[in-house]
Structure formats: structure tokens, C-alpha cells
Nanobody, 125 residues
Framework: QMHLVESGGGLVQAGGSLRLSCASP?????????MGWFRQAPGKEREFVAAIYFNEDSTKYADSVKGRFTISRDNAKNTVHLQMNSLKPEDTAVYYC?????????????????WGQGTQVTVSS
């Protein structure tokens, strides 16, 4: 099982930026071909945010974050990042990193096999 650790969350004003990181100290991220970010706001279901294939050429984003968020991965450092710009209050949630061994991108949270503990992102208006 892959151990994932998120960091970089915090409190930011609307319009600001944050960069989340997901590290895998125990297992190289390149062995998990797809890495994803999900988020869960209070009282809501966990939803897809972004995903990236191991070669970085393939990415997928939720419509709500397209043009504002960018997912990237550094396989040499076993790390995946989520750069979040132009943040809005509705982006407030706990953000989770996830991984799965598969050869196609997926937005379905049930496909992901390993999850981090999450990091809180709060955007004030």
C-alpha cells in the first residue's frame, strides 16, 4: 500500500494562491501511474479535482477548477503538486491526494486505491 502525505493547506483570501504537495516517502510515485486530487467540503461528497498520468502529458480537471488549478508531478522526488490560483470561497474543503495503478486517467474516486489524510484549505471572502 502506498503511503501519501499531503501538505501546503492553509487560510487564504479570495483571489489568492496555494500550492499543495503530496509526497510518498515509502514508494516511488512513478509506480502508480495515475495520481489525483480530490476535495470534500462539509456536508458534501468527496469530489474530483484533478488527475495526472505518470508522463505528465495527460491531465484532467474538474470544470470548476479549469484554468485556475494546475496539477504536476516530480517522479524523481516522489511528489505531486496542485497549484491553486484565483481561489474562491467555494474552493474551501479538505483536499486529498490519491493514487492508483492504471493506464488511463480516471475521475472516479472509487477507482483510487490509496489516499492521504487530507489537508485543509480555507478561502475567506
Amino acid at each position: 500500500q502506498m503511503h501519501l502525505v499531503e501538505s501546503g493547506g492553509g487560510l487564504v483570501q479570495a483571489g489568492g494562491s496555494l500550492r499543495l504537495s503530496c509526497a510518498s516517502p515509502s514508494c516511488p510515485t512513478y509506480t502508480y501511474l495515475v495520481m489525483g486530487w480530490f476535495r470534500q467540503a462539509p456536508g458534501k461528497e468527496r469530489e474530483f479535482v484533478a488527475a495526472i498520468y505518470f508522463n505528465e502529458d495527460s491531465t484532467k480537471y474538474a470544470d470548476s477548477v479549469k484554468g485556475r488549478f494546475t496539477i504536476s508531478r516530480d517522479n524523481a522526488k516522489n511528489t505531486v503538486h496542485l497549484q491553486m490560483n484565483s481561489l474562491k470561497p467555494e474552493d474551501t474543503a479538505v483536499y486529498y491526494c490519491a493514487s492508483v495503478r492504471r493506464f488511463t486517467l480516471t475521475t472516479d474516486r472509487d477507482h483510487y486505491t490509496d489516499w492521504g489524510q487530507g489537508t485543509q484549505v480555507t478561502v475567506s471572502s
